[in-house]
């Protein structure tokens, strides 16, 4: 298992760590992209979801170049900062190839979800059909999820300001997501979002995906040490624990 990034006694550091090979190959594949979409407008109008053109045109390469596309400067460094700040030690846990696997399947589930979506027969829906969707978000939002079953109780910093716990933020984020997607959401394609969310929380169900064992493994050992911390059971060697114990759990 790999351990933690720890930096320097002397440096000063934000964040997580520094970029893997991987993240860097992502970030860079949206930064590609985004001045591909500055240069050559075209490229939106080819790459981003348009659901009526996948499903009547058959254009299914949309359901996963859209999430290489963003609709400004600010909206590709939000979301890149946020690829950064959750994947990377997700990434660290599974593995490059399982990390890559999942962020990939819930940015093209969270399009499939929306594609079915907009063929409802509701106004909202139909507005949806025509629209043309751009942004890492879906992705984005599994891998909050997933973050938030493997630290739930770490803090995030809500609009920079309110310290609350991850789990809660995530819980926040898809009742906004959702109550959202089911009203005028401004150009904002919450029921990506929301696709993002459900397919992430579906691979992390799979019995052979390692990130489901990952998530509950950190999951039941959160939850073991509130049990031994309420009981007070201690674990661990001689001079562990209590004084004078062995190796051994003491009750």
Same mark, same amino acid.
């Given at each position: 298992?790999?351990?933690?990034?720890?930096?320097?006694?002397?440096?000063?550091?934000?964040?997580?760590?520094?970029l893997?090979?991987?993240?860097?190959?992502?970030i860079?594949a949206?930064?590609?992209?985004?001045?591909?979409?500055?240069l050559?407008p075209?490229?939106?109008?080819?790459?981003?979801?348009?659901?009526?053109?996948?499903?009547?045109?058959?254009?299914?390469?949309?359901?996963?170049?859209?999430?290489?596309l963003?609709?400004?400067?600010?909206?590709l460094?939000?979301?890149?900062?946020?690829l950064?700040?959750?994947?990377?030690?997700?990434?660290?846990r599974?593995?490059?190839?399982d990390?890559?696997?999942?962020?990939?399947?819930?940015?093209?589930g969270a399009?499939?979800i929306?594609?079915?979506?907009a063929?409802? +027969?509701?106004? %909202?829906?139909?507005? /949806?059909? !025509? =629209?043309?969707?751009?942004?890492? $978000?879906?992705?984005i939002? @599994?891998?909050?999820?997933?973050?938030?079953?493997?630290?739930?109780?770490?803090?995030?910093?809500?609009?920079?300001?309110?310290?609350? +716990?991850?789990r %809660?933020?995530?819980? /926040?984020? !898809? =009742?906004?997501?959702?109550?959202? $997607?089911?009203t005028?959401? @401004?150009?904002?394609?919450?029921?990506?979002?929301?696709?993002?969310l459900?397919?992430?929380?579906?691979?992390?169900?799979?019995?052979r995906?390692?990130?489901?064992s990952?998530?509950k493994?950190?999951?039941?050992?959160?939850?073991?040490?509130r049990?031994?911390?309420?009981?007070?059971v201690?674990?661990?060697?001689?001079?562990?624990?209590?004084?004078?114990?062995?190796?051994?759990?003491?009750?």
């Amino acid at each position: 298992m790999a351990r933690p990034y720890a930096p320097s006694r002397s440096s000063i550091s934000f964040g997580p760590g520094p970029l893997s090979s991987t993240l860097q190959i992502l970030i860079g594949a949206n930064v590609a992209l985004f001045l591909a979409q500055t240069l050559l407008p075209d490229v939106t109008v080819a790459l981003g979801l348009t659901p009526a053109r996948v499903v009547r045109q058959f254009e299914v390469w949309q359901l996963g170049s859209y999430m290489f596309l963003h609709a400004g400067i600010g909206h590709l460094v939000f979301n890149m900062l946020a690829l950064w700040m959750f994947g990377t030690e997700l990434e660290r846990r599974w593995g490059a190839r399982d990390f890559v696997r999942f962020y990939l399947g819930c940015g093209v589930g969270a399009a499939v979800i929306t594609v079915l979506f907009a063929q409802l +027969p509701l106004d %909202i829906a139909r507005a /949806l059909d !025509g =629209a043309r969707i751009i942004g890492a $978000s879906g992705a984005i939002y @599994g891998l909050l999820l997933a973050y938030a079953l493997t630290f739930p109780d770490r803090s995030i910093y809500m609009y920079f300001v309110f310290p609350v +716990p991850v789990r %809660i933020f995530v819980l /926040l984020l !898809g =009742a906004m997501a959702f109550f959202f $997607s089911l009203t005028d959401n @401004g150009g904002v394609a919450n029921m990506t979002h929301l696709g993002g969310l459900l397919v992430g929380y579906l691979l992390l169900r799979g019995s052979r995906f390692r990130p489901l064992s990952e998530a509950k493994y950190w999951y039941l050992r959160w939850k073991m040490h509130r049990v031994r911390k309420k009981f007070d059971v201690y674990e661990g060697g001689r001079g562990q624990g209590r004084p004078g114990g062995w190796n051994s759990r003491v009750h």
